[in-house]
């Protein structure tokens, strides 16, 4: 395979975001906040997700802050479909973006060229990969909206410390692994992804940040898994036993050799992914069992 093939490629990550996106309807790529007047439903996902990014963007300075006086410019790192970049422009901000996954970016690019009048750049790689030279203390803030968790620490501060300006902030708001996480436990590994929280503490004392707000939202994300878990046991087991079924006793010989095939392939990957989806385990209280979904603002020190 060629390299641009290989590019071009998508990812298990990137296919989870954009059928989430494709199925619910929604802009956003993230989870919503559940606050106590917003009902459970698919139907205020949307709703809840618009809290979410609220949120984040009241954590950040404000949009006419900027040092330079030609407003706060903010670098959405992880951008996903480009949904928060594009509100931060609309509301006067001075902000770029940064995501690696081609299919994501081609939305991102779509969301700039409606807004052709604010300028701003896409950066397609990894945060690793980021021009730090020619973006030097170039940025007031750094927004991660559930993307911290695929950057390793020990990478992103010594980034952020040259790219961020003195007294410039940096908003996380992502989930970390709590002190269960590993405890062989049932539902342990239901949930996979994020940092240790006790480690990001540790790596954050090594760096010239520090640490102004750390709130735990865990309870307002928690009812997303509620929401999800349900449509997973209620709706979609019943549905995959019944078309089981029907492919069983109507086509067993061509059911049976495709089954197989699967189980010959994929058999660890699906046993994988049955332990995390299908077995009842990828619960509410199991999710605040392992995570902690904190929003957290650190300021760079002078």
């Not at 539902?187 to 006790?198: A, I, T, W």
């Not at 061509?254 to 660890?268: E, P, R, S, V």
Request: glycine letters at 10%; a positive charge; one cysteine or more.
């Amino acid at each position: 395979m060629s390299t641009s093939a290989k590019k071009d490629k998508m990812n298990s990550k990137e296919l989870g975001l954009v059928l989430g996106q494709q199925i619910l309807g929604v802009n956003d790529l993230h989870y919503g906040l559940w606050e106590h007047d917003i009902p459970l439903s698919f139907a205020n996902v949307a709703e809840a997700q618009q809290r979410y990014t609220d949120r984040i963007i009241d954590a950040l300075p404000s949009a006419n802050g900027g040092g330079t006086g030609g407003g706060t410019k903010v670098i959405d790192i992880g951008c996903g479909t480009g949904h928060i970049l594009g509100q931060l422009l609309d509301r006067g901000f001075v902000a770029d973006g940064l995501v690696p996954a081609p299919k994501l970016a081609e939305q991102v690019r779509k969301r700039l060229a409606e807004r052709s009048s604010k300028p701003a750049r896409l950066f397609e790689a990894t945060f690793e990969q980021f021009p730090v030279d020619e973006y030097r203390e170039g940025y007031d803030a750094a927004l991660f909206s559930e993307s911290y968790q695929y950057i390793p620490m020990a990478a992103s501060f010594p980034i952020l410390a040259k790219i961020i300006k003195p007294g410039g902030v940096i908003v996380i708001c992502d989930f970390f692994k709590t002190e269960h996480a590993g405890d062989g436990q049932p539902g342990d590994k239901s949930f996979g992804g994020g940092h240790k929280m006790s480690t990001f503490y540790e790596e954050l004392e090594k760096h010239p940040f520090s640490l102004v707000q750390d709130e735990d939202i865990t309870h307002l994300v928690s009812p997303n898994i509620k929401l999800l878990d349900e449509a997973l046991m209620l709706k979609i087991v019943p549905a995959g036993k019944t078309l089981n079924r029907f492919l069983t006793e109507n086509y067993p010989r061509t059911w049976g050799i495709i089954k197989a095939i699967f189980k010959l392939f994929l058999g660890k990957k699906i046993e994988k992914q049955k332990y995390k989806y299908f077995t009842g385990n990828r619960t509410q209280a199991v999710f605040e069992r392992y995570k902690t979904y904190r929003l957290l603002v650190l300021k760079r020190d002078s």
